[in-house]
């Protein structure tokens, strides 16, 4: 995992790429995910203006005694990451770093890590002080995760559409707290 580690970026520079790459394609893939970037990056932002950190949770945190690092899978145009990304970047600032590794520019990484065999991102590794990796979690809050569910069950009375709009109002008015919590208690 220290390979992986030493090849992750910082959350700020995750967002200075997701902008690079809005602006300034450089893949087809670049071009195809415009949109998405665009949300992606106007739903960080808000995730940043908006976050407050739960003392509750910093105080968790605080009695885990946790000394390792928090690796974070992920892309700048995905939804889930949008949402979450940012406020566990702010969260554990000061106490763990925080490091994000981009999915597509090596997948023997989230190969590891898959969800139903799926590559689904975020998805967050929790690292001991050794690198060992000690849990991981993802890619969604379990809330999130039943919306899907509700939609994949019976998408002609739950349309994707309306399971977009449920998961995006949930994780706005929520702001990364349940997502902080369910990784707390992996730790």
């Not at 995730?47 to 000394?67: A, C, G, M, R």
Request: hydrophobic share 35%; net charge negative; aromatic share 14%.
């Amino acid at each position: 995992m220290k390979n992986y580690w030493d090849k992750a970026i910082s959350f700020e520079e995750y967002f200075q790429i997701a902008q690079e790459r809005l602006q300034n394609p450089a893949t087809p893939q670049d071009s195809e995910y415009k949109m998405y970037y665009e949300l992606g990056i106007q739903r960080m932002d808000r995730t940043l203006k908006k976050f407050v950190i739960d003392e509750e949770q910093i105080n968790e945190l605080k009695s885990k005694n946790f000394n390792g690092k928090i690796l974070i899978i992920s892309e700048g145009w995905c939804g889930d990451a949008s949402a979450t990304v940012p406020a566990l970047a702010k969260f554990f600032e000061g106490y763990n770093e925080v490091k994000i590794f981009l999915r597509d520019s090596d997948k023997s990484l989230i190969n590891q890590f898959l969800t139903n065999g799926t590559e689904s991102i975020p998805k967050v590794i929790i690292l001991d002080e050794n690198f060992e990796v000690k849990n991981s979690w993802g890619p969604r809050p379990k809330f999130g995760h039943e919306l899907l569910l509700k939609f994949k069950a019976n998408p002609e009375e739950y349309p994707r559409e309306t399971f977009y709009n449920d998961l995006q109002v949930y994780y706005s008015r929520n702001r990364g707290k349940d997502a902080i919590q369910e990784i707390l208690e992996l730790l």
